[in-house]
Nanobody
Framework: QVQLVESGGGLVQPGGSLRLSCSVSGTRFSITDMGWYRQAPGKQRELVAT???????NYANSVKGRFTLSRDNAKNTMWLEMNNLKPEDTAVYYC???????WGQGTQVTVSS
């Protein structure tokens, strides 16, 4: 069974930075396309960024230029570097594979002064 463990969230002021991690087990991570999602209170879960097994990344317009997605296939780990954070980035962040598997617990990101 695939297991996804997100970490690295926290409280940060506007303009600050955070680095989220996603540890993956139970699948052949090196050939799996991955993504980060987020869900803000009262809103639907949205796709933030994707990265292919060959490390080609794409981003939602709302985070383009501020977020950077990377992965290390040898470590079965993916990261989301988030810079210039805004209050509207506040959400629970989740990683998942494509196609989606069971969701992890997510990690809370709160951007507030």
């Amino acid at each position: 069974q695939v297991q996804l463990v997100e970490s690295g969230g926290g409280l940060v002021q506007p303009g600050g930075s955070l680095r989220l991690s996603c540890s993956v087990s139970g699948t052949r991570f090196s050939i799996t396309d991955m993504g980060w999602y987020r869900q803000a209170p009262g809103k639907q879960r949205e796709l933030v960024a994707t990265i292919t097994s060959e490390r080609h990344a794409n981003y939602a317009n709302s985070v383009k230029g501020r977020f950077t997605l990377s992965r290390d296939n040898a470590k079965n780990t993916m990261w989301l570097e988030m810079n210039n954070l805004k209050p509207e980035d506040t959400a629970v962040y989740y990683c998942n594979a494509f196609p989606n598997v069971n969701w992890g617990q997510g990690t809370q990101v709160t951007v507030s002064s």
